[in-house]
């Protein structure tokens, strides 16, 4: 089955530096990674999402890139603030014809110092 | 809409005691799933439901059961807890399961099994 790895598990910022969180998987079929946001005492919540076909994403300050051949794909955050503090997700997910079971990584929790 | 609802949002039980824990989503959507968040283990899917009287088990299904007699509800059932079902458990939506797109979680349940 699929494999997800993501790195740092801990990342602390200042306001306004970039923050990268990186992730790896495992299976060559995956076609789809989401990223989520997990605020204090909620749900995730998706805050970018890339496809296979695509190799970059942009979203105001936040955007994703995607390696098919190294297997890696990463969110960049720029601009950085404090309401960005946040546990974020990964994931990756075979689309039709294989598993539509998500496979998550282990989180990452972003602290953005004022 | 509300979206995704769970409760109850806490929970205290002791070592033996069954409870259900209330999934439900007014979208239609198709896919609902259910997963634990323990620390630095990220989300492991539990069950997961692809429509209404399908149910299938994911990644760390023991100690629990489902059904999903309509497209609506996706309880999960504690039969006998046991401290090591401590955790946080997300409930999640998808209007197409195969297909990858965004999923919609839940606020979570936090329960503690004494």
């Known amino acids: 089955g699929e494999n997800v790895e993501q790195h740092p598990s801990t990342l602390s910022v200042q306001e306004g530096d970039s923050a990268v969180i990186k992730c790896t998987y495992s299976?060559?079929?995956?076609?789809?990674f989401p990223w989520y946001k997990q605020e204090l005492g909620k749900g995730p919540q998706l805050i970018i999402d890339?496809?296979?076909?695509?190799g970059e994403k942009k979203d105001q300050r936040i955007a994703v890139t995607l390696n098919k051949t190294a297997k890696h794909f990463s969110l960049h955050i720029t601009e950085t603030q404090p309401e960005d503090s946040a546990v974020y997700f990964c994931?990756?997910?075979?689309?039709?014809?294989?598993?539509?079971?998500?496979?998550f990584g282990r989180g990452t929790s972003l602290i953005v110092h004022p | 809409n509300a979206g995704v609802t769970q409760t109850p949002k806490f929970q205290v039980l002791k070592t033996g005691q069954s409870m259900t824990l209330q999934c439900a989503q007014d979208?239609?959507?198709?896919?609902m799933s259910w997963y634990r968040q323990d620390p630095g283990m990220g989300l492991r899917l539990i069950h997961y439901?692809?429509?209404?009287?399908?149910?299938d088990q994911g990644e760390v299904p023991n100690g629990y059961n489902v059904s999903r007699s309509t497209t609506e509800d996706f309880p999960l059932r504690l039969l006998s807890a046991a401290p090591s079902q401590t955790s946080v458990y997300f409930c999640?939506?998808?209007?197409?399961?195969?297909?990858?797109?965004?999923?919609?979680f839940g606020p979570g349940t936090r329960l503690t099994v004494l």
């Open positions: 994931a990756a997910r075979v689309g039709p014809g294989g598993s539509y079971i998500p496979t």
């Open positions: 299976d060559s079929a995956s076609n789809y």
């Open positions: 890339i496809r296979s076909n695509v």
């Open positions: 979208m239609n959507h198709e896919y």
């Open positions: 439901s692809v429509g209404a009287g399908i149910t």
């Open positions: 999640a939506s998808n209007p197409d399961p195969f297909n990858p797109n965004e999923q919609f």
